[in-house]
């Protein structure tokens, strides 16, 4: 570990970094409102556009298609123009987005403006972690980026806030717009913010990049943790996509694009998107107790993400992922019979048992998959190839998103839910295996250090 690395990190300086973090960290807040918010506006939406249900999936899915299209554009970018000017530019996309939403005249419109959100939501998804990742020091990098899916979680509990508190005056409009005051915050906050250091190391501004270096390590000296970014960079040379072929990256890349699809495929989104419809299946036939307890999952969503950023830097990235798949695994499972006997006719409890295990299942992948898939997805690669392989996993999350939220309604109607609970408990085990035999620990390594370990 270099010496920047090791016991320099005083108060102030983890204080400036974590402000710099938490700054960046705004746009998972839009990431989570954004994704949040149209489960209760489309309601509304419908009133003013009628449309056919076809449509209705369009307004509702163009922002996952968007984030496909800004997370490929996003590795490109952070290389070009930096890490810092493109989350300013994902700050920017969202005001706009959010301003073109709120204002549509036309369903056409309002497909354009949620697409627009969603291009500002997979830039984000990209830059945001991999700039907190690059500027962290190592020790506290897990908690840093976690702080991330914190923001994301947020965002999701405000959209469901907000989307209950606009429900009896029908106001879509206003809870589209919304998203525009996080959007500026996100703009004016990073203008002042430094650039990520290994960044400026690779543009050849290497007095800016010690400068950057002393600043977020609390004044401490820098010259060998620069050092080391050097003589990586010099290693390695500048990438380019057709490094993602190469025998080097596909350790890495697998790594990366199998933990990505992974946290889709075991349902979480089923779940973030359709509890409402969960629980009134389950019996809750209330709107308002339906959508009550899908309050009460957003805050355990948010609770239990604390109990990563309290761990992920100590107890380290597998043990967790592996409880927390071990356990999202159980819940499902559970849920499954519940739904198989409540099919057959031989329960009653159905309610109280998706209740629990809805919670549990929340909680188990709010401190595993959620943030530690973000965590990894940002430190796993090595420089040369760290910004388009981030895009590429990126982007598989999000198509794989998009394939979940899309085929859950529909996996319903045909197998059952039981059976779709089971489907997702399989693909448990089996993220489960690999996060056993492929996912190397990453706790306290520099990003060079993890680098060189694939080499
Ligand atoms: C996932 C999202 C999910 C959210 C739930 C994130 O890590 O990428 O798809 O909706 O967690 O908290």
Redesign the pocket.
């Known amino acids: 570990m270099s010496e920047g690395e090791t016991g320099r990190g005083t108060g102030s300086a983890f204080l400036y970094v974590g402000m710099v973090a938490a700054i960046a960290a705004l746009g998972g807040l839009l990431f989570?409102y954004d994704?949040?918010v149209i489960s209760g506006a489309i309601l509304y939406i419908q009133r003013d556009f009628p449309m056919d249900a076809a449509t209705q999936g369009f307004v509702v899915s163009a922002v996952t298609l968007g984030a496909l299209v800004g997370a490929m554009s996003a590795g490109t970018l952070a290389d070009r123009i930096g890490r810092r000017p493109t989350n300013i530019a994902a700050g920017l996309i969202f005001v706009l987005a959010s301003l073109v939403s709120a204002l549509a005249p036309s369903v056409s419109t309002l497909v354009a403006g949620r697409f627009l959100v969603g291009c500002g939501i997979g830039l984000t998804?990209v830059a945001a972690p991999m700039y907190i990742a690059e500027v962290a020091p190592a020790r506290i990098r897990g908690t840093l980026v976690s702080g991330f899916?914190l923001a994301?979680?947020l965002g999701?509990l405000g959209a469901y806030l907000i989307d209950e508190a606009l429900a009896a005056a029908g106001g879509w409009r206003w809870m589209l717009g919304m998203a525009m005051a996080p959007g500026l915050l996100l703009v004016v906050g990073m203008l002042p913010m430094p650039e990520s250091p290994r960044w400026l190391v690779e543009s050849a501004r290497d007095a800016d990049a010690r400068a950057v270096l002393t600043q977020v390590r609390g004044g401490a000296d820098v010259t060998s943790e620069l050092a080391e970014i050097r003589s990586d960079l010099a290693r390695e040379g500048a990438g380019s996509w057709g490094d993602l072929l190469g025998h080097e990256a596909r350790g890495p890349l697998v790594v990366g694009i199998g933990l990505a699809v992974f946290?889709?495929v075991t349902g979480?989104?089923a779940v973030?998107?359709y509890a409402p419809q969960i629980f009134q299946s389950a019996g809750f036939e209330s709107d308002t107790v339906a959508l009550a307890a899908t309050v009460g999952i957003g805050v355990i969503?948010v609770l239990a993400t604390f109990i990563a950023i309290w761990l992920v830097d100590r107890a380290g990235r597998k043990p967790l992922l592996v409880a927390g798949v071990l356990g999202m695994v159980v819940a499902l499972a559970v849920l499954g019979l519940a739904f198989r006997d409540a099919a057959a006719g031989t329960a009653g409890e159905l309610g109280d048992i998706t209740v629990v295990c809805l919670a549990l299942y929340i909680v188990f992948?709010?401190f595993s998959?959620?943030?530690i898939?973000?965590l990894m997805i940002s430190e796993i690669f090595p420089y040369r190839i760290r910004a388009q392989a981030i895009a590429v996993s990126t982007a598989a999350?999000w198509g794989a998103?998009f394939l979940v939220s899309m085929s859950f309604p529909l996996l319903r109607a045909d197998l059952g839910s039981a059976a779709t609970f089971f489907l997702y408990a399989a693909l448990g085990v089996a993220t489960l295996a690999f996060v056993v035999l492929r996912v190397p620990e990453t706790k306290g390594k520099t990003l060079e250090e993890i680098g060189r370990f694939w080499a």
């Open positions: 989570g994704t949040g998804s899916q994301v979680t999701i946290q889709q979480i989104n973030i998107y969503n992948f709010a998959l959620g943030p898939v973000w999350n998103n």
